[in-house]
């Protein structure tokens, strides 16, 4: 791995990972990793990426939420958390667009037939 590309990892360290989002900050600006064989690699696999820029990551994530977050391991640029909650994860692919909500209606997935509009 190319340290100057992002954070250095390894395949077998982020094989398992539903969803990684990779952020700009002050002093470590990557480029996003879209049309690389990493990318690709996690496409197939079904594992969500989100990428923020530097002057995003302040606003569009909610730190107090994941200071309150089990931390399994912290090293420099990286930090693996273990959730207290289940997330809702919704990605459009075809607009590169997407949202994580820490809270949400957690029904197990059913489908609330007497809510729904028949359609």
């Known amino acids: 791995s190319d340290s100057w590309l992002g954070i250095p990892v ?3 360290q ?3 990972a539903k969803i990684i989002i ?3 900050i002050d002093n470590l600006n990557p480029d996003p990793s879209y049309g690389s064989h990493f990318f690709q690699n ?6 969500g990426y989100f990428t923020l820029a530097k002057n995003e990551y302040k606003k569009h994530i909610n ?9 399994i391991k912290e090293m420099k640029y990286v ?6 909650d ?3 994860i919704i ?29």
Not at 92 to 119: A, K, P, R
């Open 10 to 12: 390894l395949w077998r």
């Open 14 to 16: 982020i094989s398992n």
């Open 22 to 24: 990779e952020l700009g």
């Open 42 to 47: 996690l496409t197939s696999m079904h594992i």
């Open 63 to 71: 730190w107090e939420w994941l200071k309150e977050q089990n931390v």
């Open 79 to 84: 930090k693996v958390i273990g959730l207290k």
């Open 86 to 88: 289940e997330l809702q």
């Open 91 to 119: 990605i459009d692919g075809y607009n590169g667009e997407g949202i994580i909500n820490s809270h949400f209606n957690q029904n197990n997935g059913l489908m609330n037939e007497e809510l729904s509009t028949g359609i």
